[in-house]
């Protein structure tokens, strides 16, 4: 089996790859983005898996159900509410039928397995975590906010000095994810944001110390090509973590925790020059990374199973 740790849009294009060419999968997903709105409980990267694995994506944006109409939030605009998070009608089904379940008292994982089960998705989508914890903007005039709000309300348009998560020392792995992760021959982290997307999850307690006894099945993928982010706020995450924004900062985070890393074939220059030499106990590796077509996430899958999986 191959475990994906994923969140956000980078991570899907991943998954949705090695789910048409390999099948045996299993994604545990960050939950800090996690936020309460209207009342509802929305999951985000929960639901991009979700959504993208049943064909349901909006593919062009990388999040919400496509070809969804907006009646909705149109609607709480017109009358004076909060409308900045772009909840689509058909989307907001999700959020109200998970909102129910939870207050009847399910767990989020069980409700993610209803959810996979009702989008004919037959492989194990877990939440990293089932106790709430979100990630939160420290800004420079020390504010802070939830990460939704900062990039999506106020346009990531305010400087940052600090990134946390709240409530994540109540935040503990869940058995099944402890069992996936050993029965696993490789795990793989997604080429999502490093801070906001896989940092979260790695930052649980019981979650890093599995993780950090699992460390020669790990393979961690750049979300870096020529050192710029793919895609999102990366850099400037990174930096509010005073991690240097770059495919050496990207190293020397995950140095602790794998000894395979892929980066674009771009970037490679610089790690002949510099970074394999303070690094020499990880395997560096070069190939386009770019999942911007089906063709190239298939291909991509392809080069993960073949170099880590069957080697
Ligand atoms: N991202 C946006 O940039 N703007 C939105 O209005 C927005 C709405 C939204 C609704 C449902 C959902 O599942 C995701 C949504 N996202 C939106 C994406 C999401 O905020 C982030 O990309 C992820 O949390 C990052 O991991």
Redesign the pocket.
């Known amino acids: 089996m191959i475990t994906i740790l994923a ?3 980078g991570s899907v294009k991943l998954v949705r790859g090695l789910y048409k060419e390999f099948k045996n999968i299993a994604v545990i997903s ?1 939950v800090a ?1 996690n936020f309460w709105f209207y009342g509802l409980y ?4 929960i ?2 898996i979700i ?1 993208g694995l049943g064909n349901n994506l909006d593919k062009k ?4 159900v496509k070809g969804d109409s907006f009646n909705f939030l149109n609607y709480m605009k017109d009358i004076g509410e909060e409308s ?5 009608d058909r ?1 907001l089904t999700t959020h109200i039928i998970r909102t129910k379940l939870l207050k009847e008292g399910k767990k989020l994982s069980e409700i993610t397995d209803f959810f996979a089960k009702k989008y004919n998705i037959p492989i194990k989508i877990i939440p990293a975590s089932n106790t709430h914890y979100e990630t939160h903007i420290i800004t420079k005039d020390k504010k802070e906010m939830h ?2 709000e900062f ?2 309300k106020y346009k990531g348009d305010i400087p940052i000095s600090d990134i946390v998560y709240h409530n994540i020392e109540k935040a503990q792995i869940t058995e099944t994810a402890k069992k996936i992760l050993q029965n696993s021959k490789i795990i793989v982290f997604a080429p ?2 490093p801070i ?2 896989i940092g979260s999850i790695l930052n649980i307690k019981s979650f890093n110390k599995a993780l950090k006894s699992l460390k020669e099945k790990v393979v961690v993928i750049s979300p870096f090509i020529s050192n710029k982010a793919i895609s ?1 706020p990366t850099e400037t995450y990174m930096k509010a973590k005073e991690i240097e924004p770059s495919a050496q900062g990207l190293v020397d985070f995950y140095s602790e925790y794998a000894n395979e890393m892929v980066f674009s074939n771009k970037d490679e220059i610089g790690f002949r020059e510099q970074i394999s030499k303070n690094h020499q106990n990880i395997n560096f590796h070069f190939t386009n990374i770019l999942m911007d077509t089906p063709i190239k996430e298939k291909n991509f899958a392809k080069y993960i199973i073949s170099n880590f999986y069957n080697k």
């Open positions: 969140g956000g849009t960050n983005d929305i999951c985000p990267d639901d991009t959504y944006k990388g999040w919400g900045w998070f772009g909840l689509g989307d990460l939704q990039w999506i999502g944001n906001t997307s999102g």
